[in-house]
């Protein structure tokens, strides 16, 4: 089944948008849990076995793993045999080089890890991320327009007569078909959003931001979110670091997920 196909069918059957970001940061996860790669796994899986009825996708970040190593990327294996089958999986990994080296990040991330999605760094340009769009039965979301406050030192400066982020849109598009492209697009930045969704109507967005972020979801929802998965980490992992984490993390993905 293609990574689309399942999303749709993932989000019809959870009725949510919400995605959980698996970012399970060494210096916050509570203390029942060693703090090693073993601790991150069992944490993010007790995650995971909480809030699997609610969730349309998993994200898992590299970034919290890749601090143990091979140990790291074992737990991170660990993780996606916990995540039900019918569940969207991003690997946010950001990935992005010369095409002849992107060929074997891709080949990491959908053949050896086996996630349905991939974040990708678009700024080395098409034969950068070609071989993602390579695994035509996946989807790559491409960083379009980012949450965090350096979105305006390049992406919303001019190049060609328009924005940076809004060439990302338009010319990725007239390479690669919308059933494989997708955008991150930060719920932080609601007039960047508007002008994307002109730029790419049917395609599937990322939404990070909510949650510590401060992303006004609501505001987002006056304009056409769909379709879409909204991401939130810390905001649902981190609510209590106390023993009761896992039933605080549960009311809060149940909270978001019928806010979207
Ligand atoms: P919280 O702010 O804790 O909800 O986490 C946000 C998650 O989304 C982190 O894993 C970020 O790395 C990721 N993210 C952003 O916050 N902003 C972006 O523009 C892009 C991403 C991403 O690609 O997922």
Known sequence: ??????????????????????????????????????GLSEFSRVIIDITKDIATAY??????????GADGLKAIEEILTHIPEQTFTIADAKRGDIGNTSKFYARSIFEHFNFDSITVNPLMGKDSIEPFFSFTNKLVF????????GANDFLKTKSDNSLLYENIFSKSREWFSDDNLGFVTGATQINEFI????????????IPGVGAQGGDIEQL???????????????????STKIDFAEKARARALEYAKLF
Do not use: W
Not at 59 to 68: C, G, R, S, T
Not at 195 to 206: G, K
Not at 227 to 239: E, H, K, M, T, Y
């Open 195 to 206: 002008r994307a969704r002109e730029l790419a109507p049917d395609n599937l967005f990322l």
């Open 59 to 68: 994200k898992i970040n590299f970034a919290f793993f890749e601090i143990f």
């Open 1 to 38: 089944m293609k990574s689309i196909e399942k999303y749709y069918l993932a989000k019809e059957r959870f009725g949510t948008s919400l995605c959980i970001g698996i970012d399970p940061d060494i210096e916050k996860i509570p203390h029942i849990f060693p703090k090693n790669a073993k």
């Open 221 to 239: 929802k006056q304009h056409k979110l769909n379709p879409c998965l909204i991401n939130v980490s810390r905001g649902i992992l981190f609510d």
């Open 142 to 149: 491409l960083l379009g327009i980012t949450s965090n406050s």
